[in-house]
């Protein structure tokens, strides 16, 4: 044993006179230049290529690598065996990614590639205004040579995208509203944001399967539509126009909304907004994918239909371009010195060049009476499409039924539902007035069916009596216009046939007058006469 130790101990100090040799023979640099020499033969032989992907890019965070790791998390999470979890700020779910130096292989069109993920320990730095962490981390991308030109470009910018939906996936959604007198915040920014957390799906919506549908793929043909909106030459925005009666769900709708495309939500407070410049800058502070929301249009600003306003007063048709005051506060100027937003600044806001300034934003604009509103903002271009939100219909009570009492259309007796679907047409009631029948007895679900149908039928009759007085009132309206009529034809032929007769009496009489004027002035003359002589 005592041998053996003593041959280890030569071998060692051989070993370590043959590294000073080494060291004195071939400097740092000159090792350095072999390493890199062998490298550049291996390389050239291997039938792969590296690239590598540094997690601080300078002095400055590297976007794609974030985008990586946010891209290898959607499938590290089912493949991995080792894997790391982290949580973002303002993020709602756990994100997964690869341990330290773990790998991990991806295919894209065919190609498979492989994931490195390279982390190693910095050497220690020097004074830096901005300290560098501590380990140096990274990802390796490998690639066939052969696949390099064929997916190399199309492949980064695919996990880009992918990365970003992940991104928009996992953060809360924000509900941004305009600041009181256009006043900013500590940041600059004229928006103030609180999360958005409201439930609100297309699979809780209270609404037409149809419709609802319909509306789901107009989304999602205008998420995916980057490339046709570039192709045709239109600026990448939808707009949408929301009305009916209130309660019938328009709100309900813009949550539903938010939540399918993952968009924020900016809450456009038109009272708040001095002058068509600000306007502009509020838009121009707008996110790309986001919903920018004007609610109520009819009631924060004075949009009367432009037609019916010129025929009614009689005075001379204003042009398209008018810049008066169109502000709720009624006359031009008011307390701010005159500042206000017109129709035109309104109309250049949705459609105009400055509504392009972003990318990929929906408009929406909700009323209660769409006939108020002027055509202009009405039409295509501005408003693409247009949303009836009607009162509840029988599929849409189903859909309430399983929201709130979790019932399926297999569950309620045949005879109820045939009940329900005569009464709920003629009821005319909305979503929000059967939500809340239902929410008050959803711990009795037997009681909440049996008073909803009685409130059904309750409102049903008296719509259908409303309509019944009405007829009536317009059939004795008709009626009275009738007699009218008659009177005045029978006073009209008793007017032209005594036409004749009065004319002559009037005649006569008028001849009778003159008669009499005449004699009364000769008698006054004689008079005159005589009271001259009495003076003489």
């Known amino acids: 044993m005592k041998e053996y130790w003593t041959s280890l101990a030569s071998v060692l100090g051989v070993f370590a006179f043959c590294q000073t040799i080494l060291q004195a023979v071939f400097p740092p640099e000159l090792r350095f230049a072999t390493v890199k020499l062998f490298n550049k033969i291996f ?9 590598d992907i540094t997690e601080i890019d300078g002095v400055n965070t590297n976007e794609l690598y974030n985008a990586v790791q946010l891209y290898l998390s959607s499938s590290v999470s089912v493949t991995g065996n080792r894997l790391s979890l982290t949580r973002a700020l303002n993020s ?17 069109n065919g190609a498979t590639v492989l994931w490195e993920h390279v982390v190693t320990q910095r050497q220690s730095q020097t004074f830096s205004w901005r300290p560098l962490p501590e380990e140096k981390r990274g990802f390796t991308l490998r690639i066939r040579k052969k696949d390099k030109p064929l997916i190399l470009n199309s492949y980064l910018d695919y996990v880009m995208e992918k990365a970003n939906e992940i991104r928009r ?16 915040d500590s940041r600059g920014h004229p928006w103030e944001s609180v999360p958005f957390k409201h439930p609100s799906t297309f699979d809780t919506l209270a609404m037409d399967p149809d419709k609802k549908k319909e509306i789901m793929e107009d989304l999602q043909d205008f998420a995916r539509g980057q490339g046709f909106y570039h192709r045709t030459g239109r600026a990448w925005k939808r707009g949408y126009l929301l009305y009916g009666p209130p309660g019938t769900g328009k709100s309900s709708m813009i949550a539903a909304m938010a939540n399918y ?12 907004v001095h002058n068509n410049s600000e306007l502009r800058k509020l838009l121009m502070k707008t996110s790309s994918k986001s919903i920018i929301v004007i609610e109520d249009i009819d009631c924060s600003i004075n949009l009367t239909n432009r037609k019916k306003t010129n025929n009614g007063g009689g005075g001379a048709s204003r042009s398209y371009y008018d810049s008066g005051d169109i502000r709720g506060g009624g006359g031009g100027g008011g307390e701010d010195g005159g500042n206000s937003i017109t129709l035109s600044g309104l109309l250049n806001f949705t459609d105009g060049l400055w509504s392009c300034c972003g990318s990929e934003r929906i ?3 909700t009323t ?12 295509s271009g501005r408003m693409d499409m247009h949303v009836f939100m009607s009162f509840c219909s029988f599929p849409a009570l189903k859909i309430l039924l399983r929201n709130y009492l979790n019932y399926e259309e297999g569950d309620l007796d045949g005879h109820v539902l045939k009940e329900l679907e005569m009464v709920v047409d003629m009821a005319r009631m909305t979503p ?32 259908n009596s409303n309509a019944n007085n009405g007829g009536r009132a317009v059939r004795r309206g008709k009626n009275d216009d009738e007699d009218e009529e008659e009177e005045e034809e029978q006073e009209k032929r008793a007017l032209d046939s005594e036409s004749p007769k009065e004319e002559s009496e009037i005649e006569d009489n008028c001849n009778k007058v003159e008669d009499e004027e005449e004699d009364e002035e000769e ?8 009271e001259k002589e009495k003076i003489k």
């Open 363 to 365: 408009f929406v604009f």
């Open 169 to 184: 996936k996992n953060q809360d959604r924000l509900l941004y509203t305009n600041s009181r007198g256009g006043s900013l």
């Open 368 to 379: 209660n009476h769409i006939e108020k509103l002027d055509p202009a903002l009405l039409r």
């Open 432 to 463: 929000a007035d059967i939500s809340e029948v239902l929410i008050k007895n959803r711990r009795k679900k037997d009681r909440a069916v049996v008073e909803l149908l009685e409130t059904l039928k309750i409102r049903a009759e008296r719509n």
């Open 261 to 272: 495309l993952g968009y924020d939500i900016y809450d456009l407070e038109l009272t708040e």
């Open 523 to 530: 008698e006054e003359e004689e008079e005159g006469d005589g």
């Open 92 to 108: 709602s779910a756990f994100t997964f990614g690869l341990a330290n130096n773990d790998t991990i292989s991806d295919t894209f």
């Open 43 to 51: 390389h050239c032989f291997s039938s792969y290529c590296y690239f």
